[in-house]
């Protein structure tokens, strides 16, 4: 599934390829990713908007319309946008098209589709993010003592379980957990509690530095993830622990194990990551 560093690449390459693009029409090969819209009421809505900008809040991008509407989409596991200056048959697993002032196309692929799109006001979006989503951990937390207030909700939490719940704080899954929690030497089990200021202050700088080495290398491709012009990420060959069970630890050389923590698959050094 795409993390803050894939989303990021992705809005930042839509924004450049999209700004003031009028959208002209729109077509749906799978009706579910609309909830309770259907593909005429969709494209009533958008057609003939103008797209003022892409950005991204946590795992969510944000097209901003004309009108004061925000086209939200989830990618979900496998969904991906690709640009393309001119029209493009669409392969098998293309579950929407938009069609653009100029004869360009942007075109949504979702092998599994689970992708979800919908359509906000500006003004209400605003609210609901507001309690179904955290601080953004690349935008929103200015300093450590911020990041400390938060990890006082839940001090009984475990970290992984902590990290995961968007609510919390926004943008981290999977890979980037493993992967953080692994650079500040920190259990995925351990509960926030017993966190001491130094294992804090290392936790904050181990989530900045993972997302910035992942959207500085285009992001991870270990399954389907590619950006808007088609290109794979490389930052899966830079990753110490996340699928690199019973190879030795990059820090310590004990075996990685993968286990269960709040419910996903977790990949860590039980002998350099304590508890």
């Known amino acids: 599934m795409p993390e803050l560093p894939e989303v990021e690449l992705i809005a930042r390459i839509l924004k450049g390829c999209l700004m003031e693009k009028k959208i002209t029409g729109t077509k749906f090969f799978f009706q ?3 909830g309770k819209l259907s593909p005429a009421d969709f494209a009533e809505q958008v057609q003939g908007k103008h797209i003022l900008g892409v950005k991204r809040r946590g795992k969510y991008l944000h097209f901003c319309l004309t009108g004061e509407k925000i086209l939200e989409v989830h990618l979900r596991m496998t969904g991906a946008f690709f640009f393309f200056p001119e029209g493009r048959r669409a392969d098998k697993y293309i579950r929407a098209i938009f069609y653009l002032e100029g004869g360009s196309e942007l075109h949504f692929r979702d092998i599994r589709k689970f992708g979800t799109f919908r359509l906000w006001d500006k003004e209400t979006l605003e609210k609901t993010n507001k309690v179904r989503l955290g601080p953004d951990l690349w935008e929103d937390i200015p300093d450590l ?4 207030e ?3 909700k839940k001090p009984k939490s475990s970290l992984k ?3 995961l719940d968007q609510r919390n704080f926004s943008g ?3 890979i980037y957990t493993d992967e953080a929690l692994f650079r500040a030497g920190l259990n995925p089990s351990r ?3 017993t966190l001491c200021p130094d294992d804090q202050a290392k936790l904050l700088q181990a989530i900045r530095d993972v997302l910035g080495e992942g959207i500085k290398c285009g992001g991870v491709s270990v399954a389907n993830y590619q950006d808007p012009y088609g290109r794979s990420g490389e ?3 830079h990753l110490k622990v996340y699928r690199r069970e019973k190879e030795p630890c990059p820090r310590c050389g004990q075996v990685i194990v993968r286990r269960s923590v709040a419910g996903r698959g977790t990949y860590f050094c039980p002998a350099c990551q304590v508890m």
Do not use: P
Request: charged share 20%; no cysteine.
């Open 32 to 34: 579910g990713m609309l």
């Open 145 to 148: 003592s911020f990041f400390r």
């Open 150 to 152: 938060i990890l006082k």
């Open 161 to 163: 379980a902590f990290l």
């Open 172 to 174: 981290l899954g999977n």
């Open 191 to 193: 509960r926030l509690e």
């Open 235 to 237: 930052f899966q060959h």
